[in-house]
């Protein structure tokens, strides 16, 4: 089946500084990417939907300057959480879409990354 | 606007026990639908999905789950459960062309021995 990874796993870095977090598709092409945020026993919050070529496009209250999404090719989509904060602490999840398939067809799961502003 | 109900928190279960874990949807037109399952500390992993024709969909580890459009929902079974199964269940729907999943909050599946 489909495989999507996440670069790093978990992270711990000091307030202020800028963490970059990978999300790749390894056996198949993604013209599409989304990024969730999961807090602790809660559900995924989509962050932004990531298009290969093109600007992400952010949920509301979602903040484009401090989650900066870049989507370089068919296979790589990163987030980087810049300036960090310990409220940034989270859980990370992205998901990719076979571009092959429809809209409404299967996301692939990565396995999150886990990041602890100190 | 689309969303998704899981009326049920947290379900304790006996092992070798029935499960079923409830879903509702609200949405306009056909819905697709789909439930995951994420152990602690993991990502999702699909168990199965809607998108038309047969109302009772099968999935991987033995799940099932039916379409029911007169009450707007999606419900999660498994004949008898199994210690492994003890994890954060989500229902979630497609919200537009691009495949914008939503979310329900989630239940959380304990397995008694």
């Known amino acids: 089946g489909a495989v999507v990874s996440q670069h790093p796993s978990w992270v711990i870095c000091k307030s202020g500084t800028s963490v970059k977090i990978e999300c790749r598709s390894l056996?198949?092409?993604?013209?599409?990417m989304f990024w969730y945020r999961q807090f602790p026993k809660q559900s995924l919050m989509l962050m932004a939907t990531?298009?290969?070529?093109?600007?992400?496009?952010?949920e509301q209250g979602v903040e484009k300057d401090k989650f900066l999404i870049n989507h370089a090719s068919l296979t790589l989509s990163t987030l980087t959480v810049t300036s960090a904060h310990p409220e940034d602490s989270s859980f990370y999840i992205c998901?990719?879409?076979?571009?092959?398939?429809?809209?409404?067809?299967?996301?692939?799961f990565g396995p999150g990354t886990r990041l602890l502003v100190l | 606007a689309q969303s998704v109900t899981q009326p049920d928190i947290h379900i304790t279960v006996s092992e070798g026990a029935s499960l079923e874990l409830r879903c509702n949807y609200s949405?306009?037109?056909?819905?697709?639908l789909f439930w995951y399952v994420q152990s602690p500390g993991q990502g999702l992993q699909l168990l199965l999905k809607?998108?038309?024709?047969?109302?009772l969909v099968q999935g991987i580890k033995g799940f099932e789950a039916e379409f029911k459009r007169s009450q707007s929902s999606f419900n999660l079974r498994k004949p008898s459960v199994h210690w492994s199964d003890a994890a954060e269940y989500f229902c979630?729907?497609?919200?537009?062309?691009?495949?914008?999943?939503?979310f329900g909050a989630g239940t959380q599946v304990v397995v008694t021995p």
């Open positions: 056996d198949f092409q993604a013209t599409t």
């Open positions: 949405y306009g037109a056909t819905p697709y």
């Open positions: 998901s990719a879409r076979d571009f092959r398939l429809g809209a409404a067809e299967t996301q692939y």
């Open positions: 809607y998108f038309s024709g047969d109302t």
């Open positions: 990531s298009n290969e070529g093109s600007k992400a496009t952010y």
């Open positions: 979630a729907v497609v919200t537009d062309s691009w495949g914008k999943l939503q």
